[in-house]
């Protein structure tokens, strides 16, 4: 099967190089040997990407437009790697062919293996839009509070430079949601959840850290095998 990975991140924006790498290690580490996924990141770099509301709308427009070439290129699935689930219900809306968002697959699985999840991210910003996102998925009985390191994007290739810092003041901020109740971590964005997968990081006290990225590749893999055999997903 063939699969096109969307990234928000990867490809054509410098700063997220390490990231891209760490990305196609990862994919190829979990991918089904006859499972062929190409790594596509944004049209261009996003000129704000720390200001959501304004960097939605650019990459809404963009990703659906991927969607789009995907389906028209034969693809089996498209699978969205942006944690903000870019574009959530225009894809769903425009395409028939399987489609799965890291976001939305992380708060589900999270909920299959554990009681509680937490989101842990690199920023404030996020934070509220991760929760945001859960609530809308109907998950927030299942939630509890998170926690953010207070970074911005420009930090993520300094992260790999000098990585202890970061994975100590991640594991910090990680103790404080385990102690909230969670019984799972959920890293996000991407750049910060493969950065702390590259360093080890799998878990806190005990609690596991989700490997985001795996999850996606893995339910892309799902829904095209549920597609073969006549389960499809609803378009609305």
């Given amino acids: 099967m ?3 990975l969307q990234s928000g991140s990867a490809g054509i924006d410098p700063t997220a190089a390490k990231y891209e790498v760490s990305m196609m290690r990862r994919v190829k580490e979990v991918a089904r040997p006859d499972t062929i996924l190409v790594l596509h990141g944004p049209e261009k770099p996003l000129p704000v990407r720390d200001r959501f509301l304004a960097s939605r709308q650019l990459r809404n427009l963009n990703f659906i437009k991927y969607a789009l070439q995907a389906e028209k290129e034969g693809y089996d699935a498209y699978a ?3 944690t903000r689930d ?3 219900q225009e894809i769903r809306e425009v395409t028939e062919i399987p489609v799965a968002f890291i976001t939305e697959v992380s708060c589900y699985l999270a909920c ?3 009681p509680k999840f937490g989101f842990l991210t690199h920023s404030a910003a996020t934070l509220v839009e991760r929760n945001e996102m859960a609530k809308r998925y109907g998950l927030e009985e299942r939630m509890v ?3 953010h390191l207070n970074l911005t994007y420009r930090e993520f290739n300094k992260m790999y430079d000098d990585p202890q810092p970061y994975i100590d003041l991640a594991t910090t901020a990680a ?3 385990v102690k909230r109740g969670a019984n799972f971590l959920i890293v996000s964005g991407n750049p910060f959840a493969m950065f702390l997968y590259d360093h080890g990081v799998r878990e806190v006290d005990g609690t596991p850290v989700f490997d985001s990225l795996a999850a996606l590749i893995k339910v892309a893999e799902l829904m095209v095998d549920l597609k073969r055999i006549g389960i499809t997903r609803s378009t609305t």
């Fill in 2 to 4: 063939r699969i096109w």
């Fill in 80 to 82: 969205v790697a942006s």
């Fill in 86 to 88: 870019d574009a959530y």
């Fill in 112 to 114: 299959c293996l554990a």
């Fill in 145 to 147: 509070a998170g926690n």
């Fill in 175 to 177: 103790r404080e949601i």
